[in-house]
């Protein structure tokens, strides 16, 4: 039997058309029609004005962090339950992360304790250039609080929802509400363009701005002049042929898998030990992937005793992310926390979750989860 994947890509025939047409009208490079179309269709479908394709998530919040004038010392405060590309650009900007944990209700960024923070750190002259507010696992953090608590203080938003499109916060998309929001088409992702990302923002000379930037910063003139330093992260027409097809079929990708979410816990629910991540009431979660705790007592097991069952039976599943504040690499930086994302990390489980995986498969993640209990 073939390894069952945490989150394979999903693939059809539009996207073979869509590439088909790319390659066949020659525009193999980091412009052409099909990027002109899929910056448009994503910013309809993401209800912001302005969206900038560029080679992956990481690099359209590295633009963003610098359209928001973070440079070198400033601080700006990001979730710490997340994967290391929401902080690495704050990083490379020369700016300090400073982590703020969970909530227990989205697992996303504490509102209070960010607000603290943010108060804390106005009050004493330092107050923090920008704030990355990640949305986790296809779950929107609660945005009103935080982006009150910014606009108070002249912190600027920028929303990571490389994991989050197609939920909502209220009727709204995360990612629209801050001064710019980033996705990601990595393969993993709930759409893919096998690597690449989008920068959205409301605001068009910010689009402006980003668009030249990822151009490597041509300054209008006939031959090569460059005032200031760019980078080369324009996305492809090819890969964006493929996000056309993709992008199509967003809301069935997500019906899939808040089906996955659905029948897992459904199967799951009479085991003692096991919880669901929640769902907050703001808005629709996606269920990019099915999340679950493990209660080690409750149980009978660890995470880490599931995951290996699994294993065993060439079935990928991952702990929840681990916790930036408890990174190697940032083993420096400032973190606020209750202990609330180092605890979902100690027992926090992601199970199979692609949009195509089969019935059957998805029975035999159950009933290996459902022995290795009964043990
Ligand atoms: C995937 C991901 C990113 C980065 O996206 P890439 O396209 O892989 O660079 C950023 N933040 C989060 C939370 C992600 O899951």
């Known amino acids: 039997m073939p390894r069952l994947y945490l989150s394979p890509p999903d693939v059809g025939q539009a996207e073979v058309e869509h590439v088909l047409d790319a390659l066949q009208s020659n525009w193999i490079a980091p412009v052409g029609p099909k990027l002109d179309q899929f910056e448009q269709e994503f910013a309809t479908a993401v209800g912001s004005r302005h969206a900038v394709a560029v080679s992956s998530g990481t690099a359209a919040l590295h633009l963003a962090l610098r359209l928001a004038g973070v440079g070198a010392g400033d601080e700006v405060l990001c979730s710490s339950l997340t994967f290391v590309a929401s902080a690495a650009p704050i990083a490379y900007l020369g700016a300090r992360p400073v982590f703020i944990d969970s909530e227990e209700l989205s697992w996303n960024m504490d509102p209070a304790l960010a607000c603290e923070v943010i108060e804390r750190k106005a009050a004493a002259g330092r107050t923090p250039k920008a704030l990355v507010l990640v949305h986790l696992y296809g779950q929107s953090a609660d945005i009103t609080p935080i982006l009150r608590c910014c606009e108070k203080h002249g912190v600027k938003l920028i929303e990571d929802a490389a994991e989050a499109l197609g939920a909502t916060y209220g009727d709204r998309c995360p990612g629209s509400f801050g001064l710019a929001g980033i996705h990601s088409f990595n393969g993993n992702k709930i759409i893919t363009t096998s690597g690449g990302g989008m920068l959205v923002t409301e605001d068009a000379e910010l689009a402006r701005q980003a668009r030249f930037l990822a151009s490597q910063a041509r300054d209008p003139a006939p031959h090569y002049q460059h005032s200031v330093l760019g980078y080369n992260y324009r996305l492809s ?14 809301s069935a990708k997500v019906t899939c898998r808040r089906g996955h979410f659905r029948e897992y816990a459904r199967a799951l629910s009479d085991l003692p030990g096991l919880v669901m991540q ?21 149980a009978g097991v660890t995470r880490e005793d599931l995951r290996l069952a699994l294993e065993a039976e060439d079935i990928e599943s991952r702990p929840i992310w681990k916790p930036l504040h408890l990174q190697p690499v940032f083993a420096a930086a400032e973190h606020h926390g209750r ?14 979750s692609g949009a195509a995986m089969s019935r059957e498969d998805r029975d035999r993640v159950i ?9």
């Open 237 to 250: 027409n090819v890969s964006a042929a493929i996000g056309l097809g993709q992008l199509a079929r967003l």
């Open 367 to 375: 009933s290996i989860i459902r022995r290795a209990l009964s043990r």
């Open 339 to 352: 202990g609330v994302s180092d605890r979902l990390f100690e027992c926090g489980l992601c199970l199979p």
């Open 278 to 298: 929640p769902e907050a009431a703001w808005g629709q979660s996606t269920r990019w992937l099915t999340c679950l705790t493990v209660d080690p007592e409750a």
